[in-house]
Protein backbone atom coordinates (compact mmCIF):
# COMPACT_ATOMS: atom_id res chain seq x y z
CA UNK A 1 0.00 0.00 0.00
CA UNK A 2 2.87 2.21 0.36
CA UNK A 3 3.95 1.66 -3.02
CA UNK A 4 0.28 2.62 -4.18
CA UNK A 5 0.31 5.91 -2.27
CA UNK A 6 3.77 6.82 -3.84
CA UNK A 7 2.65 5.83 -7.24
CA UNK A 8 -1.14 7.14 -6.50
CA UNK A 9 0.44 10.61 -5.26
CA UNK A 10 3.13 10.93 -8.19
CA UNK A 11 0.14 10.49 -10.98
CA UNK A 12 -1.60 13.35 -8.68
CA UNK A 13 -5.09 12.48 -9.93
CA UNK A 14 -6.61 15.51 -8.22
CA UNK A 15 -4.22 17.79 -9.58
CA UNK A 16 -4.61 16.24 -13.29
CA UNK A 17 -8.38 16.65 -12.78
CA UNK A 18 -7.78 20.22 -11.54
CA UNK A 19 -5.92 21.55 -13.89
CA UNK A 20 -5.76 18.69 -16.52
CA UNK A 21 -9.39 18.59 -17.62
CA UNK A 22 -9.96 22.32 -19.12
CA UNK A 23 -6.58 21.73 -21.00
CA UNK A 24 -7.71 18.73 -22.63
CA UNK A 25 -11.48 20.01 -22.97
CA UNK A 26 -10.20 22.80 -24.64
CA UNK A 27 -8.74 20.18 -27.27
CA UNK A 28 -11.52 17.76 -27.82
CA UNK A 29 -14.58 19.21 -26.46
CA UNK A 30 -17.71 17.34 -24.93
CA UNK A 31 -15.73 14.19 -25.67
CA UNK A 32 -13.44 14.22 -22.95
CA UNK A 33 -14.67 11.04 -21.23
CA UNK A 34 -13.90 8.70 -23.94
CA UNK A 35 -10.75 10.39 -24.64
CA UNK A 36 -9.56 9.38 -21.10
CA UNK A 37 -10.92 5.86 -21.78
CA UNK A 38 -8.89 5.67 -24.53
CA UNK A 39 -5.82 6.99 -23.47
CA UNK A 40 -5.77 4.05 -20.47
CA UNK A 41 -6.02 1.26 -23.34
CA UNK A 42 -1.93 1.87 -24.06
CA UNK A 43 -1.27 2.94 -20.62
CA UNK A 44 -2.71 -0.41 -18.97
CA UNK A 45 -0.67 -2.08 -21.60
CA UNK A 46 2.52 -0.39 -20.88
CA UNK A 47 1.68 -1.16 -17.18
CA UNK A 48 1.31 -4.91 -17.46
CA UNK A 49 4.68 -4.54 -19.79
CA UNK A 50 6.41 -3.38 -16.16
CA UNK A 51 4.63 -5.89 -13.82
CA UNK A 52 6.03 -8.37 -16.52
CA UNK A 53 9.83 -6.71 -16.47
CA UNK A 54 9.93 -6.36 -12.92
CA UNK A 55 9.34 -9.74 -11.68
CA UNK A 56 12.21 -11.02 -13.04
CA UNK A 57 14.67 -7.84 -13.33
CA UNK A 58 13.47 -5.81 -10.20
CA UNK A 59 15.66 -2.62 -10.43
CA UNK A 60 14.91 0.89 -9.28
CA UNK A 61 16.55 1.93 -12.51
CA UNK A 62 13.18 0.42 -14.88
CA UNK A 63 12.92 1.47 -18.35
CA UNK A 64 16.74 2.42 -18.18
CA UNK A 65 17.65 -0.84 -17.39
CA UNK A 66 15.10 -3.40 -19.18
CA UNK A 67 15.44 -0.90 -22.60
CA UNK A 68 19.29 -0.98 -21.90
CA UNK A 69 19.71 -5.02 -21.07
CA UNK A 70 16.90 -5.89 -24.00
CA UNK A 71 17.02 -3.69 -26.77
CA UNK A 72 20.17 -1.33 -26.88
CA UNK A 73 22.27 0.30 -23.49
CA UNK A 74 21.78 3.37 -26.03
CA UNK A 75 18.32 3.48 -26.29
CA UNK A 76 18.26 2.36 -22.33
CA UNK A 77 20.44 5.17 -21.66
CA UNK A 78 18.13 7.65 -23.44
CA UNK A 79 14.93 6.25 -22.02
CA UNK A 80 16.35 6.82 -18.30
CA UNK A 81 18.09 10.39 -19.36
CA UNK A 82 14.70 11.62 -21.41
CA UNK A 83 12.42 10.38 -17.78
CA UNK A 84 14.19 12.38 -15.61
CA UNK A 85 14.39 15.36 -17.92
CA UNK A 86 10.90 15.35 -18.41
CA UNK A 87 10.41 14.31 -14.59
CA UNK A 88 12.57 17.98 -13.95
CA UNK A 89 10.29 19.63 -16.37
CA UNK A 90 7.13 18.33 -14.60
CA UNK A 91 8.42 19.46 -11.18
CA UNK A 92 9.57 22.77 -12.37
CA UNK A 93 5.97 23.88 -13.45
CA UNK A 94 3.74 21.76 -10.41
CA UNK A 95 5.50 23.64 -8.08
CA UNK A 96 3.71 26.76 -9.95
CA UNK A 97 0.78 24.96 -9.49
CA UNK A 98 1.34 24.27 -5.53
CA UNK A 99 1.59 28.15 -5.86
CA UNK A 100 -1.22 28.75 -7.37
CA UNK A 101 -3.16 26.28 -5.02
CA UNK A 102 -2.08 28.31 -2.31
CA UNK A 103 -3.63 31.98 -3.64
CA UNK A 104 -6.60 30.22 -4.70
CA UNK A 105 -6.41 29.32 -0.67
CA UNK A 106 -6.31 32.57 -0.07
CA UNK A 107 -8.76 33.97 -1.88
CA UNK A 108 -11.33 31.65 -0.29
CA UNK A 109 -10.13 33.42 2.88
CA UNK A 110 -10.62 36.52 1.07
CA UNK A 111 -6.75 37.73 1.37
CA UNK A 112 -6.22 39.15 -2.13
CA UNK A 113 -2.96 41.33 -1.36
CA UNK A 114 -0.12 40.82 0.49
CA UNK A 115 2.01 43.97 1.20
CA UNK A 116 -0.26 45.90 -1.33
CA UNK A 117 0.52 43.29 -4.12
CA UNK A 118 -2.34 41.95 -5.59
CA UNK A 119 -2.33 37.74 -5.82
CA UNK A 120 -3.02 36.20 -9.22
CA UNK A 121 -3.10 32.88 -9.28
CA UNK A 122 -2.68 32.51 -12.82
CA UNK A 123 0.73 34.46 -12.44
CA UNK A 124 4.17 32.52 -13.53
CA UNK A 125 6.19 34.85 -11.28
CA UNK A 126 3.63 34.55 -8.04
CA UNK A 127 2.89 30.98 -8.20
CA UNK A 128 6.52 30.29 -8.66
CA UNK A 129 8.12 32.12 -5.87
CA UNK A 130 5.51 30.39 -4.02
CA UNK A 131 6.09 26.91 -5.10
CA UNK A 132 9.57 26.74 -4.82
CA UNK A 133 9.42 28.17 -1.19
CA UNK A 134 7.02 24.58 -0.65
CA UNK A 135 9.41 22.67 -2.17
CA UNK A 136 12.20 23.17 0.52
CA UNK A 137 10.07 20.89 3.00
CA UNK A 138 8.92 18.64 0.77
CA UNK A 139 12.37 17.77 -0.35
CA UNK A 140 13.36 17.81 3.69
CA UNK A 141 10.93 15.20 3.88
CA UNK A 142 11.58 13.01 1.00
CA UNK A 143 15.00 12.49 2.13
CA UNK A 144 13.86 10.97 5.38
CA UNK A 145 12.57 7.91 3.25
CA UNK A 146 10.12 6.64 0.96
CA UNK A 147 8.20 4.87 4.64
CA UNK A 148 8.18 8.29 5.73
CA UNK A 149 6.95 9.80 3.12
CA UNK A 150 4.12 7.55 1.42
CA UNK A 151 2.47 7.44 5.44
CA UNK A 152 2.72 11.34 4.96
CA UNK A 153 0.95 11.03 1.17
CA UNK A 154 -1.37 8.38 2.41
CA UNK A 155 -2.87 11.03 4.74
CA UNK A 156 -2.90 13.45 2.14
CA UNK A 157 -4.78 10.80 -0.50
CA UNK A 158 -7.49 9.95 1.77
CA UNK A 159 -8.30 13.24 2.38
CA UNK A 160 -8.22 14.49 -1.47
CA UNK A 161 -9.88 11.40 -2.54
CA UNK A 162 -12.88 11.60 -0.06
CA UNK A 163 -13.11 15.12 -1.53
CA UNK A 164 -12.74 14.71 -4.97
CA UNK A 165 -15.30 11.31 -4.81
CA UNK A 166 -17.81 13.56 -2.70
CA UNK A 167 -17.97 16.28 -4.95
CA UNK A 168 -18.29 14.26 -8.11
CA UNK A 169 -20.36 11.87 -7.17
CA UNK A 170 -22.16 15.26 -5.83
CA UNK A 171 -22.21 16.69 -9.14
CA UNK A 172 -23.65 13.66 -10.98
CA UNK A 173 -26.82 14.13 -9.44
CA UNK A 174 -27.39 17.84 -8.97
CA UNK A 175 -25.74 19.33 -12.64
CA UNK A 176 -27.64 20.84 -14.64
CA UNK A 177 -26.59 20.29 -17.71
CA UNK A 178 -27.82 17.19 -19.73
CA UNK A 179 -25.78 14.11 -19.65
CA UNK A 180 -25.04 12.44 -23.23
CA UNK A 181 -23.79 9.24 -24.25
CA UNK A 182 -22.28 10.28 -26.84
CA UNK A 183 -19.62 11.57 -24.72
CA UNK A 184 -18.17 8.14 -24.92
CA UNK A 185 -18.53 7.93 -28.35
CA UNK A 186 -14.84 8.09 -30.08
CA UNK A 187 -16.28 8.92 -33.62
CA UNK A 188 -17.25 12.10 -32.57
CA UNK A 189 -14.23 13.53 -32.31
CA UNK A 190 -13.63 15.93 -35.24
CA UNK A 191 -10.24 14.41 -36.21
CA UNK A 192 -6.98 12.76 -36.06
CA UNK A 193 -4.82 15.93 -35.86
CA UNK A 194 -7.80 16.68 -32.39
CA UNK A 195 -7.57 12.56 -31.45
CA UNK A 196 -3.53 12.93 -31.50
CA UNK A 197 -2.83 15.81 -29.47
CA UNK A 198 -5.72 15.07 -26.72
CA UNK A 199 -4.61 11.23 -26.88
CA UNK A 200 -0.83 12.91 -25.61
CA UNK A 201 -2.49 15.04 -22.86
CA UNK A 202 -4.35 12.13 -21.79
CA UNK A 203 -1.58 9.66 -21.46
CA UNK A 204 0.58 12.51 -19.94
CA UNK A 205 -2.46 12.39 -17.18
CA UNK A 206 -1.69 8.86 -16.50
CA UNK A 207 2.14 9.27 -16.27
CA UNK A 208 3.42 8.49 -12.85
CA UNK A 209 2.05 4.99 -11.98
CA UNK A 210 5.93 3.81 -12.86
CA UNK A 211 7.09 5.61 -9.39
CA UNK A 212 5.90 2.23 -7.64
CA UNK A 213 8.51 0.33 -9.76
CA UNK A 214 10.92 2.91 -8.32
CA UNK A 215 10.57 2.15 -4.93
CA UNK A 216 10.42 -1.83 -6.20
CA UNK A 217 14.48 -2.73 -3.71
CA UNK A 218 12.69 -1.52 -0.72
CA UNK A 219 9.70 -3.61 -0.91
CA UNK A 220 8.96 -6.99 0.35
CA UNK A 221 8.89 -8.29 -2.76
CA UNK A 222 8.86 -7.41 -6.40
CA UNK A 223 5.02 -8.31 -6.71
CA UNK A 224 4.31 -5.34 -4.13
CA UNK A 225 5.79 -2.86 -6.55
CA UNK A 226 3.94 -4.45 -9.76
CA UNK A 227 0.30 -4.70 -8.45
CA UNK A 228 0.92 -1.02 -6.84
CA UNK A 229 1.69 0.07 -10.09
CA UNK A 230 -1.42 -1.40 -12.00
CA UNK A 231 -3.33 -0.84 -8.87
CA UNK A 232 -2.64 3.05 -9.39
CA UNK A 233 -3.76 2.90 -13.49
CA UNK A 234 -7.30 0.85 -11.99
CA UNK A 235 -7.77 3.92 -9.58
CA UNK A 236 -6.66 6.53 -12.26
CA UNK A 237 -9.19 5.61 -14.78
CA UNK A 238 -12.07 5.64 -12.53
CA UNK A 239 -11.11 8.51 -10.86
CA UNK A 240 -10.99 10.28 -14.28
CA UNK A 241 -13.79 9.09 -15.92
CA UNK A 242 -15.89 10.19 -12.70
CA UNK A 243 -14.40 13.70 -12.91
CA UNK A 244 -14.76 13.87 -16.81
CA UNK A 245 -18.41 13.48 -16.35
CA UNK A 246 -19.49 15.11 -13.60
CA UNK A 247 -17.51 18.53 -14.69
CA UNK A 248 -19.39 18.32 -17.96
CA UNK A 249 -22.73 17.80 -16.03
CA UNK A 250 -21.89 20.66 -13.88
CA UNK A 251 -19.86 23.51 -16.31
CA UNK A 252 -20.96 24.55 -19.18
CA UNK A 253 -17.93 24.02 -21.83
CA UNK A 254 -17.08 27.37 -22.74
CA UNK A 255 -16.78 28.11 -18.95
CA UNK A 256 -14.61 24.92 -18.63
CA UNK A 257 -12.49 25.79 -21.23
CA UNK A 258 -12.16 29.08 -19.54
CA UNK A 259 -11.82 28.44 -16.07
CA UNK A 260 -7.84 26.71 -16.94
CA UNK A 261 -5.59 26.08 -13.90
CA UNK A 262 -8.67 27.37 -11.74
CA UNK A 263 -11.20 24.55 -13.25
CA UNK A 264 -11.03 22.57 -9.50
CA UNK A 265 -12.32 25.55 -7.70
CA UNK A 266 -14.75 27.41 -10.35
CA UNK A 267 -16.40 23.38 -9.74
CA UNK A 268 -16.41 23.81 -6.09
CA UNK A 269 -17.87 27.59 -6.14
CA UNK A 270 -20.49 25.82 -8.46
CA UNK A 271 -21.41 23.22 -6.38
CA UNK A 272 -21.08 24.60 -3.14
CA UNK A 273 -21.10 27.79 -0.68
CA UNK A 274 -18.43 29.08 1.68
CA UNK A 275 -16.50 28.03 3.11
CA UNK A 276 -17.34 24.47 1.77
CA UNK A 277 -16.37 25.66 -1.68
CA UNK A 278 -13.14 25.72 -0.94
CA UNK A 279 -12.25 21.77 0.34
CA UNK A 280 -11.87 20.95 -3.72
CA UNK A 281 -8.84 23.83 -3.71
CA UNK A 282 -7.55 22.38 -0.28
CA UNK A 283 -8.02 19.11 -1.87
CA UNK A 284 -5.57 20.42 -4.84
CA UNK A 285 -3.56 22.06 -3.06
CA UNK A 286 -2.84 18.63 -0.82
CA UNK A 287 -2.11 16.67 -4.32
CA UNK A 288 0.36 18.67 -5.44
CA UNK A 289 2.04 18.82 -2.06
CA UNK A 290 2.15 14.85 -2.39
CA UNK A 291 2.88 15.08 -6.35
CA UNK A 292 5.98 16.89 -5.49
CA UNK A 293 7.39 14.94 -3.29
CA UNK A 294 6.36 11.40 -4.94
CA UNK A 295 8.44 12.59 -7.73
CA UNK A 296 11.26 13.60 -5.82
CA UNK A 297 11.64 9.74 -4.57
CA UNK A 298 11.88 7.90 -7.82
CA UNK A 299 13.82 10.85 -9.60
CA UNK A 300 16.88 10.50 -7.29
CA UNK A 301 16.31 6.51 -6.96
CA UNK A 302 16.63 6.58 -10.70
CA UNK A 303 19.70 8.80 -10.98
CA UNK A 304 21.47 6.41 -7.98
CA UNK A 305 20.77 4.04 -10.57
CA UNK A 306 22.43 5.33 -13.57
CA UNK A 307 25.14 6.58 -11.19
CA UNK A 308 26.23 3.19 -9.56
CA UNK A 309 26.23 1.99 -13.00
CA UNK A 310 28.89 5.08 -13.90
CA UNK A 311 26.54 6.21 -16.93
CA UNK A 312 26.19 9.30 -14.63
CA UNK A 313 28.84 10.73 -11.89
CA UNK A 314 29.28 8.98 -8.24
CA UNK A 315 27.71 11.97 -6.51
CA UNK A 316 24.17 10.51 -7.24
CA UNK A 317 25.02 7.32 -5.47
CA UNK A 318 25.81 9.18 -2.21
CA UNK A 319 23.58 7.48 0.33
CA UNK A 320 22.91 9.19 3.68
CA UNK A 321 24.61 7.68 6.76
CA UNK A 322 21.30 8.07 8.83
CA UNK A 323 18.01 7.22 6.69
CA UNK A 324 19.71 5.40 3.90
CA UNK A 325 18.60 7.29 1.16
CA UNK A 326 20.09 9.45 -2.23
CA UNK A 327 19.75 12.57 0.05
CA UNK A 328 22.57 14.81 -2.07
CA UNK A 329 20.65 13.24 -5.57
CA UNK A 330 17.04 14.53 -3.78
CA UNK A 331 18.68 17.44 -3.40
CA UNK A 332 19.77 18.61 -6.66
CA UNK A 333 17.01 17.39 -8.27
CA UNK A 334 15.33 19.82 -6.22
CA UNK A 335 17.67 22.44 -7.23
CA UNK A 336 17.62 21.54 -11.00
CA UNK A 337 13.58 21.76 -10.89
CA UNK A 338 13.72 25.05 -9.36
CA UNK A 339 16.39 26.56 -11.35
CA UNK A 340 14.22 25.28 -15.02
CA UNK A 341 10.72 26.89 -13.01
CA UNK A 342 12.71 30.16 -12.95
CA UNK A 343 13.21 29.90 -16.63
CA UNK A 344 10.19 29.34 -17.42
CA UNK A 345 9.33 32.73 -16.35
CA UNK A 346 9.52 33.84 -19.94
CA UNK A 347 6.15 32.06 -20.25
CA UNK A 348 4.05 35.04 -17.91
CA UNK A 349 0.65 32.91 -17.60
CA UNK A 350 0.33 29.73 -15.59
CA UNK A 351 -1.82 27.96 -17.61
CA UNK A 352 0.40 28.61 -21.14
CA UNK A 353 3.42 27.38 -18.94
CA UNK A 354 1.25 24.13 -17.78
CA UNK A 355 -0.47 23.77 -21.56
CA UNK A 356 3.59 24.31 -22.81
CA UNK A 357 4.69 21.64 -20.77
CA UNK A 358 2.22 18.63 -20.63
CA UNK A 359 2.36 18.79 -24.66
CA UNK A 360 5.74 18.62 -25.10
CA UNK A 361 6.83 16.31 -21.56
CA UNK A 362 3.83 14.18 -22.74
CA UNK A 363 5.52 13.40 -26.31
CA UNK A 364 8.50 12.11 -24.73
CA UNK A 365 6.30 10.20 -21.90
CA UNK A 366 4.76 8.30 -25.20
CA UNK A 367 8.15 7.64 -26.87
CA UNK A 368 10.13 5.87 -23.58
CA UNK A 369 6.73 4.34 -22.35
CA UNK A 370 6.77 3.02 -25.92
CA UNK A 371 10.11 1.96 -25.72
CA UNK A 372 9.78 -0.07 -22.34
CA UNK A 373 6.32 -1.92 -24.19
CA UNK A 374 9.08 -2.97 -26.66
CA UNK A 375 11.58 -4.15 -24.02
CA UNK A 376 8.81 -6.39 -22.75
CA UNK A 377 7.69 -8.05 -26.12
CA UNK A 378 11.37 -9.14 -26.91
CA UNK A 379 11.85 -9.90 -23.45
CA UNK A 380 9.45 -12.37 -23.28
CA UNK A 381 8.60 -13.23 -26.74
CA UNK A 382 9.77 -16.81 -26.41
CA UNK A 383 6.29 -17.40 -24.65
CA UNK A 384 4.83 -16.97 -27.83
CA UNK A 385 5.60 -20.54 -28.18
CA UNK A 386 5.76 -21.91 -24.81
CA UNK A 387 3.43 -20.37 -22.92
CA UNK A 388 0.59 -18.50 -25.60
CA UNK A 389 -1.88 -17.17 -22.75
CA UNK A 390 1.16 -16.02 -21.17
CA UNK A 391 2.28 -14.06 -23.89
CA UNK A 392 -0.87 -12.03 -24.18
CA UNK A 393 -0.16 -9.80 -20.84
CA UNK A 394 3.81 -9.90 -21.20
CA UNK A 395 4.00 -9.83 -25.03
CA UNK A 396 0.64 -8.33 -27.37
CA UNK A 397 -0.35 -5.66 -24.83
CA UNK A 398 2.91 -3.91 -24.41
CA UNK A 399 3.92 -4.41 -28.39
CA UNK A 400 0.46 -2.94 -29.16
CA UNK A 401 0.43 -0.82 -26.49
CA UNK A 402 3.78 0.75 -27.80
CA UNK A 403 3.19 0.72 -31.36
CA UNK A 404 0.52 2.69 -30.42
CA UNK A 405 2.23 5.51 -28.68
CA UNK A 406 5.40 5.31 -31.09
CA UNK A 407 2.66 6.40 -33.29
CA UNK A 408 1.07 8.80 -31.64
CA UNK A 409 4.09 10.84 -30.92
CA UNK A 410 5.27 10.32 -34.61
CA UNK A 411 1.90 11.79 -36.20
CA UNK A 412 1.72 14.87 -33.48
CA UNK A 413 5.57 15.71 -34.53
CA UNK A 414 4.71 15.71 -38.19
CA UNK A 415 1.83 18.02 -37.50
CA UNK A 416 3.72 20.49 -35.08
CA UNK A 417 6.24 20.91 -38.05
CA UNK A 418 4.00 20.84 -40.65
CA UNK A 419 1.67 23.30 -39.31
CA UNK A 420 4.49 26.17 -37.92
CA UNK A 421 6.38 28.42 -39.92
CA UNK A 422 8.15 29.64 -37.19
CA UNK A 423 9.49 29.86 -34.09
CA UNK A 424 7.66 31.37 -30.36
CA UNK A 425 7.82 30.93 -26.63
CA UNK A 426 4.24 30.16 -26.58
CA UNK A 427 1.76 27.17 -25.84
CA UNK A 428 0.68 26.72 -29.20
CA UNK A 429 3.79 26.85 -31.42
CA UNK A 430 4.78 23.39 -33.35
CA UNK A 431 8.62 24.37 -32.89
CA UNK A 432 8.66 25.82 -29.67
CA UNK A 433 6.85 22.50 -28.38
CA UNK A 434 9.50 20.05 -30.45
CA UNK A 435 12.11 22.00 -29.22
CA UNK A 436 12.02 20.91 -25.89
CA UNK A 437 12.01 16.95 -26.55
CA UNK A 438 14.41 17.68 -29.10
CA UNK A 439 17.13 19.11 -26.37
CA UNK A 440 15.92 16.21 -24.33
CA UNK A 441 17.24 13.66 -27.23
CA UNK A 442 20.91 15.70 -27.98
CA UNK A 443 21.73 16.50 -24.64
CA UNK A 444 20.81 12.51 -24.30
CA UNK A 445 23.09 11.66 -26.74
CA UNK A 446 26.27 13.87 -26.05
CA UNK A 447 25.80 12.15 -21.76
CA UNK A 448 25.45 9.04 -23.49
CA UNK A 449 29.07 9.14 -25.01
CA UNK A 450 30.49 10.95 -22.17
CA UNK A 451 29.24 7.52 -20.17
CA UNK A 452 30.94 4.67 -23.14
CA UNK A 453 34.00 6.48 -23.73
CA UNK A 454 34.91 8.87 -20.94
CA UNK A 455 33.21 7.27 -17.76
CA UNK A 456 33.63 3.54 -19.55
CA UNK A 457 30.48 2.41 -18.14
CA UNK A 458 29.78 -1.46 -18.48
CA UNK A 459 26.35 -0.44 -18.97
CA UNK A 460 27.07 0.24 -22.50
CA UNK A 461 29.03 -3.30 -22.86
CA UNK A 462 26.05 -5.04 -21.48
CA UNK A 463 23.26 -2.66 -21.28
CA UNK A 464 22.78 -4.71 -17.72
CA UNK A 465 22.33 -2.65 -13.86
CA UNK A 466 24.45 -3.33 -11.19
CA UNK A 467 22.94 -4.70 -8.80
CA UNK A 468 21.66 -2.64 -5.50
CA UNK A 469 23.75 -5.81 -3.61
CA UNK A 470 26.73 -5.41 -5.17
CA UNK A 471 27.07 -2.10 -3.61
CA UNK A 472 28.38 -1.43 -0.19
CA UNK A 473 28.45 1.47 2.22
CA UNK A 474 31.66 3.38 3.20
CA UNK A 475 31.97 5.29 6.54
CA UNK A 476 31.18 8.30 4.38
CA UNK A 477 27.59 7.11 2.79
CA UNK A 478 29.37 6.61 -0.72
CA UNK A 479 27.73 3.40 -2.91
CA UNK A 480 31.27 2.04 -4.29
CA UNK A 481 31.59 -1.15 -5.75
CA UNK A 482 33.31 -4.31 -3.60
CA UNK A 483 37.16 -3.80 -3.88
CA UNK A 484 37.41 -0.43 -4.65
CA UNK A 485 38.09 2.66 -2.97
CA UNK A 486 35.76 5.53 -2.45
Not at 57 to 76: D, F, I, K, R
Not at 447 to 452: D, L, P, T, Y
Request: hydrophobic share 55%; glycine share 10%; proline share 5%.
Amino acid sequence: MDGVAIAASSTAVTTTIGVGLATTAAIVGLQLPILVVLAFLPIIGIAIGYASLNRVEASCGNSYVWVGHTLSPWLGFLSGWCQLLATLVFLSYTTAIAGSALIQLLGGLHVTTIAGLVLDANSTLQTTILGLVLLIPLTLTAIRGAVIAARLQKYLLIFEYAVLLGFCVYGLFVGHQRFAWNWFDPFAIPSWTVLAQGLVVAVFCYWGFEAAFAVTEEVRHPRDASRAGIMTVLLALGLFVLAAVSFQRVIPQDDLIASGSAGLEHFGEVLAAAPMASLPVLALAFSVIASVQATLIPSARFLLAMGRDRTLGPMWTRIHPRFGTPAQGTICVAVLSGAIALAALIIPKLSDLILAGVNSVGLVVALWYGLTGLAAAVRFRGTLRTDPLRALPAVVAPLLSGVVLFGLAGYLAWTWIDGTDHFAFTPDNGWFLLSVPAAMFLSGMVMAAVGKWVRKSPYFVSGRGSDAASLDLNPAGTAVEPGTTA
